[in-house]
């Protein structure tokens, strides 16, 4: 059913709605992924309804009705966005997976869920938004993740850092970058290796993490802040969470080191919660780790031409300025001095 028509895909929105709409006005199409993946907003008596309709396997539904069941209440997260103007909205937790299909066999795996709207999260970071930030990232940390699926990305350290040295040796052998910029990521790697390669210090928690938050997935209500698009989300480590937000936005050493204080804050303030000694030090780790390889990732899909070309030249952009940001972790004498450049296909030894 990859190639349903407009038509089929109408109708099992409407069968999985059990209601109809008002004015009988079709289902307005919100997103669509690759043909097997859409987003409807529908109109009926009850107000907005969000109809997320997966074909094929249904496994990453079932795993955001689960993270989004467990998540606390008062948190009111939502399962995915959109924009409309300068509001952001989401549709909240749904309370139960159904099947939608055609006759008696289920063809598509649906989530229905109602409005949440609110205000995007965006800069300045100022000290009061990433406070509000803290406090929902803390609530939802709090829920343990026994039970759930384990985080789809990142992998574990070991895992994401022999990805890193494959980039690596890509980037040095293929000739993609100027030679100094290429021996310091080469460097840099050496120097992050016995930090990624060791065993944990201690048992690393594992919570209910978002494990794709970014500005775009969080939104202000007065009552604080709220989660959007829980896709990705599952058991894993909270340095993990607080990692990919760092370098996914990315932070400013200032904002860093305000989101950290609030974060830590806000976890002493719920006595019931248990100490994390390594959090921070797992989360430097982690941060340093994932700028380095999102670094990397650019450069290849700019030699592959594997990005977008409408977002080529921005990247082309932020290579420089991302791969010193994440250098000056580990080689802060060095760092400042680079001026990173991409070497274009005629230019590389072949």
Not at 116 to 125: D, K, Y
Not at 277 to 293: A, F, I, K, N, V
Request: charged share 20%; hydrophobic share 45%.
């Amino acid at each position: 059913m990859r190639h349903a028509t407009p038509r089929t895909v109408v109708t099992l929105v409407l069968s999985a709605l059990g209601e109809p709409c008002l004015g009988q006005r079709p289902p307005t199409l919100l997103h669509a992924v690759r043909g097997d993946k859409y987003l409807y907003r529908a109109e009926t008596r009850g107000g907005p309804r969000f109809v997320r309709l997966r074909f094929g396997p249904t496994a990453s539904l079932v795993r955001e009705q689960q993270a989004l069941l467990r998540a606390p209440a008062g948190l009111a997260p939502a399962l995915h966005h959109f924009r409309s103007g300068a509001e952001l909205a989401g549709f909240g937790a749904p309370s139960a997976l159904r099947f939608a299909g055609l006759g008696e066999r289920p063809l598509a795996g649906v989530l229905i869920s109602g409005l949440v709207p609110g205000t995007p999260l965006a800069r300045p970071l100022d000290e009061p938004k990433l406070s509000a930030l803290a406090h929902a990232w803390v609530a939802l940390h709090r829920v343990l993740g026994a039970d759930l699926a384990p985080l789809t990305f990142p992998a574990t350290p070991r895992a994401c850092f022999e990805t890193l040295r494959g980039y690596v040796r890509r980037v040095r052998y293929d000739g993609l970058l100027d030679k100094h910029s290429a021996l310091c990521l080469q460097q840099a790697t050496e120097v992050l290796a016995p930090a990624m390669l060791k065993a944990p210090v201690s048992a690393v928690p594992s919570v209910l993490c978002h494990g794709d938050l970014r500005l775009q997935h969080v939104t202000q209500q007065r009552d604080g802040c709220r989660f959007l698009d829980f896709e990705r989300a599952g058991a894993g480590d909270p340095a993990a969470d607080l990692a990919i937000f760092a370098c996914a936005v990315p932070l400013t050493l200032n904002e860093e080191h305000s989101l950290m204080c609030a974060y830590e804050q806000a976890r002493k303030s719920i006595r019931s919660l248990a100490a994390d000694h390594h959090l921070w030090e797992r989360y430097r780790d982690l941060r340093t780790l994932w700028g380095l390889l999102r670094a990397c990732v650019v450069i290849c899909d700019l030699a592959d031409d594997a990005a977008p070309p409408d977002r080529r030249a921005f990247l082309r952009r932020r290579v420089p300025h991302d791969l010193r940001a994440a250098l000056a972790r580990v080689l802060p004498s060095e760092a400042h001095k680079l001026a990173p450049r991409l070497i274009p296909f005629e230019g590389r030894a072949q």
